[in-house]
């Protein structure tokens, strides 16, 4: 369920939206399922064989529960948060919806941006049509082990059709913005004479 416009400002126009690839969001969760699977297996023969002797308690062994969780509960929660999850290139910033009870919103201004990159992974390549995600990073886009070491956590517009297509956009509609927050002078004289006017990407 596209949420967007909630976080819109009254004169903030969207360039650029969608969703992710069904399958490849889907199919990320598999490498937790096949680890959850072998506590499904092994708890599940103890679960078989406590009832075949008639302690029923042995369903409540946690091996179980976890491979179950792991196993069934996984694909499921991929498949509800898919739902939910959109992206969207404005004339002032990149925007990500994503959450399952509620809808949580990533905002990246232009400006704040310091590195961007494409990444098409294997499961884009196979199940995809060759989709990809683009990684935003800022300089606040860290997150810290609980060691204390910072680690960069980029934004991620996640497995999204046609990412070098988009990319490119991306890039494009950055840098003229960033432009006109740095030099408010008539960089497109016509168009756009100041950063809080209508910027048109396809001039």
Do not use: C
Not at 82 to 87: E, F, H, L
Not at 121 to 141: E, N, P
Not at 172 to 189: C, E, G, L, M, W
Request: proline share 5%.
């Amino acid at each position: 369920m596209r949420e967007l416009d909630n976080v819109l400002d009254d004169s903030e126009k969207v360039f650029s939206e969608g969703q992710p690839k069904f399958w490849p969001v889907f199919l990320s969760g598999f490498a937790m399922s096949l680890f959850g699977l072998m506590f499904l297996v092994v708890g599940g023969f103890f679960v078989w064989q406590g009832i075949r002797a008639g302690n029923y308690l042995f369903i409540l062994l946690p091996h179980f529960w976890i491979g179950v969780i792991f196993v069934i509960g996984i694909p499921i929660y991929k498949a509800l948060v898919y739902k939910y999850t959109y992206y969207a290139i404005t004339n002032k910033r990149v925007l990500i919806q994503k959450g399952l009870i509620g809808r949580d919103f990533e905002m990246i201004d232009f400006d704040q941006i310091t590195n961007a990159e494409v990444r098409v992974g294997l499961l884009d390549i196979m199940f995809g049509g060759r989709s990809g995600s683009i990684l935003l990073s800022t300089a606040g886009s860290f997150t810290y082990t609980r060691h204390g070491q910072a680690v960069q956590k980029p934004y991620t517009l996640s497995n999204i059709p046609h990412p070098y297509e988009v990319f490119k956009f991306f890039k494009k509609v950055s840098h003229a913005v960033k432009t006109d927050i740095q030099f408010p002078n008539k960089y497109r004289p016509k168009v756009n004479p100041g950063y809080k006017t209508g910027y048109d990407p396809n001039q």
